[in-house]
T-cell receptor
Framework: KQEVTQIPAALSVPEGENLVLNCSFT??????LQWFRQDPGKGLTSLLL?????REQTSGRLNASLDKSSGRSTLYIAASQPGDSATYLC????????FGKGTRLSVIA | GAVVSQHPSWVICKSGTSVKIECRSL??????MFWYRQFPKQSLMLMAT?????????EQGVEKDKFLINHASLTLSTLTVTSAHPEDSSFYIC??????????FGPGTRLTVT
């Protein structure tokens, strides 16, 4: 059974900092891995999807890497902004997705 | 990207009553839909998987007679919480897949049972 761990559980940084969120998973037999953002009381917004054959994916200030063999993924956020404040969820992809508990990010202006 | 909607976005009901939540895929045919539940500050927990035209598969610990799932068409799945209790208060999120394995998520439904 897939288990997902996200570190840190919470993170507070000043605006402008670069930061890294970590995700580890136990079953490396995955099709892909997705990173999501969840604002309080809201649904999920898909940020990045990395196919199992890829090592990284970029979208704007976000960069996600995947090391499938070691069961790890990282989400790098460059030049953080207060609007980035949210919970970030990692989901190694086999259908259905299994989620970690997320990292609660606060970016202070 | 593909769009999934949920209705209602929030609902309050009295203990002992039933409430139905709808999940619709708006621009694609959803062969499989999933229902998740999320308690405050917790992760999403998969409740059940439903395929169009067949019975849902429930995760261990989820009561199928309490959480009735119907996937009657390729664009609609419903979750009915029967005889709701305050402990059923939660955030319910559906997702759907079509021809690709990528899951598309609905905006969620906040259920409060008083």
């Amino acid at each position: 059974k897939q288990e997902v761990t996200q570190i840190p559980a919470a993170l507070s940084v000043p605006e402008g900092e670069n930061l890294v969120l970590n995700c580890s998973f136990t079953d490396s037999a995955i099709y892909n891995l997705q990173w999501f953002r969840q604002d309080p009381g809201k649904g999920l917004t898909s940020l990045l999807l990395i196919q199992s054959s890829q090592r990284e994916q970029t979208s704007g200030r976000l960069n996600a890497s995947l090391d499938k063999s070691s069961g790890r993924s990282t989400l790098y956020i460059a030049a953080s902004q207060p609007g980035d404040s949210a919970t970030y969820l990692c989901a190694p992809g086999n259908t259905p997705l299994v989620f970690g508990k997320g990292t609660r990010l606060s970016v202070i202006a | 990207g593909a769009v999934v909607s949920q209705h209602p976005s929030w609902v309050i009901c009295k203990s002992g009553t039933s409430v139905k939540i709808e999940c619709r895929s708006l621009d694609f045919q959803a062969t499989t839909m999933f229902w998740y539940r999320q308690f405050p500050k917790q992760s999403l927990m998969l409740m059940a998987t439903s395929n169009e035209g067949s019975k849902a598969t429930y995760e261990q610990g989820v009561e199928k007679d309490k959480f009735l799932i119907n996937h009657a068409s390729l664009t609609l799945s419903t979750l009915t919480v029967t005889s709701a209790h305050p402990e059923d208060s939660s955030f319910y999120i559906c997702s759907a897949t079509g021809s690709s394995p990528e899951q598309y998520f609905g905006p969620g439904t906040r259920l409060t049972v008083t």
